[in-house]
């Protein structure tokens, strides 16, 4: 897999995310900010990054390093 699938991956499965990632073969660095993430915890946030992901954790991709949070958090940082 390659970091531009994995993107269009949770793009798709979080509509309206902005989404990065770096890395290659089966190792990636993502950064994902939505407004989903509303209310969630941290754990949660990126438990929903992982329900997009499906299958595909474990197999394909074999470690995600996340950062997540919302538009008003990343734009404090």
Not at 10 to 21: C, F, L, Q, R, S
Not at 34 to 48: A, C, D, K, N, P
Request: proline share 3%; charged share 25%; net charge negative.
């Amino acid at each position: 897999m390659q970091a531009h699938e994995l993107q269009e991956l949770i793009k798709i499965g979080i509509p309206g995310a902005e989404v990065t990632v770096r890395g290659d073969g089966d190792h990636f660095d993502a950064v994902v900010v939505s407004e989903e993430f509303s209310g969630l915890t941290m754990v949660q946030q990126h438990q929903l990054v992982y329900r997009t992901l499906g299958d595909r954790m474990g197999g394909e991709i074999h470690a995600l390093a996340l950062k997540t949070c919302t538009p008003e958090e990343w734009a404090r940082q």
